[in-house]
């Protein structure tokens, strides 16, 4: 574990976190003070009180699938975080004594909650980890190297060209791929995307206007598929609002039998088309 010579008092800390909101991630800096209990005590908050970012706290939920992955810990495995956020997945993999965790994310206020937390965390290792401001479209120049694992949560609905991005990080990836992104349903056209457009602004969207939605957990799986995975699981399904709008986690390998230690729904199902 890494520290700055002289780490600041609680006090300190605390305006410190409050000086980089809105945070996305809660996520434990010492022993008594996580980013999230600084706002809330039951560490969640909505939207509308967090200047339009919702607070999560999926530690627990997250380190669940990487043990049920990889039982025996994560040594000498490399992760990577698209569209990373304050970077928590990257933090929690090196929990597990992951090799090396690189994330990115196109916003730098999120980069600069990231590299906040490396800097003060006090209660498990922060070496071994990485951050840039860095677009998914630009990945192949910083030749990041290859991956175990890739997370790809949050960012596809926020691409102009959703496939190209998949791609770019599903060929780095040698073993595991989580996808999980919001979806717009449509039943007569399972495997197709729906476009929307959303603000180049805001902290929680993308930056190029254009994006698309999957319109179900089919045409999920035919990209992973076409991509060279051999197996799937769903491992979230939420409804958002009403049954057209759904958030959906897919994880897929490139090895058959992999997800076995994984709880899940296997996909396709009888009712999918195969």
Not at 124 to 136: K, S
Not at 160 to 185: R, S
Not at 221 to 236: M, S
């Amino acid at each position: 574990m890494t520290s700055s010579p002289s780490q600041p008092d609680h006090q300190s800390l605390i305006e410190k976190i409050e000086a980089l909101r809105p945070w996305h991630h809660d996520i434990q800096i010492t022993s008594d003070l996580g980013t999230g209990q600084v706002f809330s005590p039951t560490r969640a908050l909505l939207p509308k009180d967090n200047a339009g970012v919702s607070l999560i706290s999926p530690r627990d939920r997250f380190l669940q699938t990487i043990d049920g992955l990889y039982p025996d810990t994560m040594h000498g495995k490399r992760f990577l975080d698209c569209a990373c956020n304050a970077g928590g997945y990257c933090f929690w993999t090196r929990e597990r004594d992951a090799e090396l965790s690189v994330g990115f994310d196109v916003r730098e206020h999120w980069i600069n909650q990231a590299r906040f937390v490396q800097q003060h965390r006090q209660v498990a290792p922060v070496d071994r980890v990485e951050f840039h401001v860095l677009d998914l479209y630009d990945l192949p120049k910083k030749d990041v190297g290859r991956f175990d694992m890739t997370y790809f949560s949050g960012i596809f609905y926020h691409l102009p060209d959703p496939i190209t991005g998949l791609k770019l990080a599903a060929d780095i990836t040698d073993d595991i791929f989580v996808l999980n992104t919001a979806v717009k349903i449509d039943e007569n056209n399972p495997t197709g995307l729906t476009m929307s457009h959303e603000s180049r602004t805001l902290v929680m969207s993308g930056v190029h206007e254009l994006a698309w939605f999957p319109n179900g957990p089919e045409c999920m799986y035919e990209l992973l598929r076409w991509l060279g995975f051999v197996e799937f699981k769903i491992t979230l399904n939420i409804s958002k609002r009403d049954m057209l709008r759904q958030r959906i986690e897919m994880i897929a390998s490139r090895e058959k039998g992999r997800l076995a230690g994984i709880k899940g729904e296997p996909f396709p199902t009888a009712r999918a088309r195969t």
